[in-house]
């Protein structure tokens, strides 16, 4: 598969219609989130998908970029939006947004193990903070409990049937936003076959 937005612009009215896997996990993480927003936040938010936490949290701060690389994931979220005025939506990856130290939160929710290079993301999140600022996670680290999808994830992915996902551990991924120069303040994993969600602060 050449280019992964293909596969999530195929998956997006699917992706819109399946329900929230762990409804209070999801809250627990959104309210952790929100101790972080200020009425005048900047934050951005990078595999936004089609919108559902953006839409949550936007209310809460000054101004909520969204972004994703499939257009048909923002078409849906723009929809859903129905024009809240500080919420606005772009096409893009981390690496296409300008700047340094512009934002006061980044979220990549479900992303991390979506993204070609772990590190330089990582380093893209921390050029785009401000400094103090806060990166939110969360992470499905395949290598825990998902060890079978080492076999089948590159065959997938080479049959075109979905992306490229990295395989790590959740010591792998601490270590690795850790070396980016974030502080972790707050880990929550309600199971451990469940995502890492990570709160880090820039260094
Ligand atoms: C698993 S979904 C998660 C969506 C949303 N964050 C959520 O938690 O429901 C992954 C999303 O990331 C987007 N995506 C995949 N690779 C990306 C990349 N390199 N840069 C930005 N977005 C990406 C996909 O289009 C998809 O919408």
Not at 127 to 148: A, E, I, N, Q, Y
């Amino acid at each position: 598969m050449s280019d992964p937005s293909e596969f999530w612009d195929r998956m997006a009215e699917r992706y819109a219609k399946s329900p929230i896997a762990d409804e209070a996990s999801y809250h627990h993480k959104l309210a952790v989130t929100r101790q972080h927003f200020k009425p005048d936040s900047e934050v951005l938010e990078f595999g936004c998908g089609t919108g559902s936490t953006a839409i949550e949290h936007a209310p809460f701060v000054g101004h909520y970029l969204a972004t994703d690389i499939s257009g048909a994931m923002l078409d849906i979220a723009r929809g859903k939006a129905n024009g809240q005025a500080n919420l606005s939506f772009e096409q893009a990856t981390i690496e296409n947004i300008p700047g340094e130290n512009r934002f006061d939160v980044i979220l990549g929710m479900s992303i991390l193990h979506l993204v070609d290079d772990l590190d330089a993301t990582l380093s893209h999140v921390h050029r785009l903070l401000r400094p103090g600022g806060v990166f939110v996670s969360s992470t499905m680290c395949m290598s825990d409990k998902h060890g079978w999808f080492r076999l089948v994830g590159p065959l997938g992915h080479r049959l075109g049937l979905f992306p490229r996902v990295n395989m790590f551990k959740r010591a792998t991924l601490e270590q690795r936003v850790e070396a980016a120069a974030f502080a972790i303040d707050y880990r929550f994993q309600p199971t451990p076959r469940k995502a890492t969600f990570i709160v880090a602060s820039k260094n």
